[in-house]
T-cell receptor, first 113, second 111 residues
Framework: DADVTQTPRNRITKTGKRIMLECSQT?????MYWYRQDPGLGLQLIYY???????NKGEISDGYSVSRQAQAKFSLSLESAIPNQTALYFC????????????FGPGTRLTVL | DQQVKQNSPSLSVQEGRISILNCDYT??????FLWYKKYPAEGPTFLIS?????DKNEDGRFTVFLNKSAKHLSLHIVPSQPGDSAVYFC??????????FGTGTSLTVIP
């Protein structure tokens, strides 16, 4: 079984809809991250969380919110999706030290029409 | 503004030869650098890292070089193998909280 799972893997939605992307991990890591990847722009950090009570904004948090329901679960919400949020979204986890490796999930491809 | 840049979107190399992937950064406070490899339909996977106190780190066929004065790092793969064909991202951090990723270089190793 994969250490970091993301659901759904693919999603098509319409402008204005609320959508939630979910991430679960079995690595026992405290740190979790959400990134988005756009063609030609690499990965950009949306939000990160160092534990259940510690959530921080990344480079591009506008239009997104997150919830850390438990150590193992970190959800990303788009309250009112817009077409320029069409992208590939990755969840990642890491251990306590920032030099620890980040382990990525397989990604969620989101299309907003 | 992109703080980490990979100016070559793609690179093709013959099997057995050296692959050199380059990365430039603008923030002199970055002190930890990583390379990730990504296959289609998968998330990135960690490849190799280097801290700013070193100028070279080696792991098998992979070597990362850091030139702090030039704000440049490179990944050398020797010898290149067809299974190395993937997109390679470099990333950097100055505080351990946020990592800034480059745009990626797609490497194709030709058998």
């Amino acid at each position: 079984d994969a250490d970091v799972t993301q659901t759904p893997r693919n999603r098509i939605t319409k402008t204005g809809k609320r959508i939630m992307l979910e991430c679960s991990q079995t690595k026992g890591h405290d740190r979790m991250y959400w990134y988005r990847q756009d063609p030609g722009l690499g990965l950009q950090l949306i939000y990160y969380s160092f534990d259940v009570k510690d959530i921080n904004k990344g480079e591009i948090s506008d239009g997104y919110s997150v919830s850390r329901q438990a150590q193992a679960k970190f959800s990303l919400s788009l309250e009112s999706a817009i077409p320029n949020q069409t992208a590939l979204y990755f969840c990642a986890t890491s251990d306590d030290r920032y030099t620890d490796t980040q382990y990525f999930g397989p990604g969620t491809r989101l299309t907003v029409l | 503004d992109q703080q980490v840049k990979q100016n070559s979107p793609s690179l093709s190399v013959q099997e057995g030869r050296i692959s050199i992937l380059n990365c430039d950064y603008t923030n002199s406070m970055f002190d930890y650098f990583l390379w990730y490899k990504k296959y289609p339909a998968e998330g990135p996977t960690f490849l190799i890292s280097i801290s700013s106190i070193k100028d070279k780190n080696e792991d098998g066929r992979f070597t990362v070089f850091l030139n702090k004065s030039a704000k440049h790092l490179s990944l050398h793969i020797v010898p290149s193998q067809p299974g190395d064909s993937a997109v390679y991202f470099c990333a950097a951090s100055d505080d351990g909280n946020q990592f800034y990723f480059g745009t990626g270089t797609s490497l194709t190793v030709i058998p």
